[in-house]
């Protein structure tokens, strides 16, 4: 079991760039969660899927964060343009009926 | 809003001593807790969890529920120096939700 797969590690990009972070959740898992977080505010939810399908994205924090499960084994998080207030650690998280949640080791965004 | 709460710590105790971490929530409808720990600079990795009232043990480990008090709590007895780290605690209101997580409370234990 490879376990949730997050990519990159770490992203170090400028104001007002365009930043792609990636998700491979764990076989057979149907549910996955993006938080991020901060030490100011801990761990958010930012938005999860069920079976692919957006189920509740009332974290997104503003119109530029999207997020997209194209398929069972891919989730992205886009964020356009980004700002300097985005930097956070990104987690990644996938779960199942029988599976409780684990983490992905999360994508590092700083933005300057 | 539902919310989770935690002493943010450090609680610090020594190697040897029972360390106790509380939380509290806020969604009487909650029905899944769940305990998680976080070394600095890693993920959040899975310790235990417990539906029903009362204690669960495995290991040095029990995890305490009080539904009727909203409250849930984390005992590690024997602790060591590998333990220090930020434990989150997190509720779900019914499974396939998402979990809701405190800030977590950060632990040291010196040797």
């Known amino acids: 079991d490879a376990g949730v797969i997050q990519s990159p590690r770490h992203e170090v990009t400028e104001m007002g760039q365009e930043v792609t972070l990636r998700c491979k959740p764990i076989?057979?898992?149907?549910?996955l969660f993006w938080y991020r977080q901060t030490m100011m505010r801990g761990l958010e939810l930012l938005i999860y899927f069920n079976n692919n399908v957006p189920i509740d994205d009332s974290g997104m924090p503003e119109d530029r964060f999207s997020a997209k499960m194209p398929n069972a084994s891919f989730s992205t998080l886009k964020i356009q343009p980004s700002e300097p207030r985005d930097s956070a650690v990104y987690f990644c998280?996938?779960?199942?009926?029988?599976?409780?949640?684990?983490f992905g080791n999360g994508t590092r965004l700083t933005v300057t | 809003q539902k919310e989770v709460e935690q002493n943010s710590g450090p609680l610090s105790v020594p190697e040897g001593a029972i360390a106790s971490l509380n939380c509290t929530y806020s969604d009487r409808g909650s029905q899944s807790f769940f305990w998680y720990r976080q070394y600095s600079g890693k993920s959040p990795e899975l310790i235990m969890f417990?539906?029903?009232?009362g204690d669960k043990e495995d290991g040095r480990f029990t995890a305490q529920l009080n539904k009727a008090s909203q409250y849930v709590s984390l005992l590690i007895r024997d602790s060591q120096p590998s333990d220090s780290a930020t434990y989150l605690c997190a509720v779900n209101h019914q499974a396939g939700t998402a979990l809701i997580f405190g800030k977590g409370t950060t632990l040291s234990v010196s040797s």
């Open positions: 998280a996938s779960s199942s009926t029988t599976s409780p949640l684990h």
């Open positions: 417990i539906y029903s009232n």
């Open positions: 076989s057979g898992h149907n549910s």
